[in-house]
T-cell receptor, first 118, second 112 residues
Framework: NAGVTQTPKFQVLKTGQSMTLQCAQD?????MSWYRQDPGMGLRLIHY???????DQGEVPNGYNVSRSTTEDFPLRLLSAAPSQTSVYFC?????????????????FGSGTRLTVV | KNQVEQSPQSLIILEGKNCTLQ??????????LRWYKQDTGRGPVSLTI?????NTKSNGRYTATLDADTKQSSLHITASQLSDSASYIC???????????FGAGTTVTVRA
């Protein structure tokens, strides 16, 4: 089925460990982004990409790295996990910036990765 | 300070009843506002989008309204069903930088 695929669904890390959250989409979307969702707060943008080879920081980028070598894939790397990074992470994609004036489709979100750092 | 505030934080309604969720925002100038539905353990799915020139938009039993003058939006669910149990998120886009601002969501529980 077309959409955004995130792996893994669940992960437990020890403080200081590193890992990569995978995100792949098969809709040929140019725009991809990573959000984290914490209780009582709105989704917060970590990093985003407007196309292959182009990435930029969002609202809360510290402790995370991204790369975009292909249109389909947009992995998120945690460099040295900290308990403050315990969260649910969502990858999302769209044809163009979902905040732009002409995009009526909005984001397609993945199902999320629930990460716990102990 | 969050630029999008939603109320109530949660509500419980009986199946078949109606309910209304509120979204107040301070984003200015404003471009568009979306409502998303997020089922437990899933990513959000878009329900409606309204630009600043629109004041109502329907999607089945979901009707969103927008008052750009008072910076308020509401999402009305008619004849609720058990499948409406979810979190509903209001997302506002600014017109200058097109940054998205997310509300914290309203959790709706529909009981039989």
């Amino acid at each position: 089925n077309a959409g955004v695929t995130q792996t893994p669904k669940f992960q437990v890390l020890k403080t200081g460990q590193s890992m990569t959250l995978q995100c792949a989409q098969d809709m040929n979307h140019e725009y991809m982004s990573w959000y984290r969702q914490d209780p009582g707060m709105g989704l917060r943008l970590i990093h985003y990409s407007v196309g292959a080879g182009i990435t930029d920081q969002g609202e809360v980028p510290n402790g995370y790295n991204v790369s975009r070598s292909t249109t389909e894939d947009f992995p998120l790397r945690l460099l040295s996990a900290a308990p403050s990074q315990t969260s649910v992470y969502f990858c999302a994609s769209s044809y163009s910036s979902p905040a732009g004036p002409v995009d009526y489709y909005g984001y397609t979100f993945g199902s999320g990765t629930r990460l716990t750092v102990v | 300070k969050n630029q999008v505030e939603q109320s109530p934080q949660s509500l419980i309604i009986l199946e078949g009843k109606n309910c209304t969720l509120q979204c107040n925002y301070t984003v200015s100038p404003f471009s568009n506002l979306r409502w998303y539905k997020q089922d437990t353990g899933r990513g959000p799915v878009s329900l409606t989008i309204m630009t600043f020139s629109e004041n109502t938009k329907s999607n089945g039993r979901y009707t969103a309204t927008l008052d750009a003058d008072t910076k308020q939006s509401s999402l009305h669910i008619t004849a609720s069903q058990l499948s409406d149990s979810a979190s509903y998120i209001c997302v506002v886009s600014g017109r200058v930088d097109y940054k998205l601002s997310f509300g914290a969501g309203t959790t709706v529980t529909v009981r039989a």
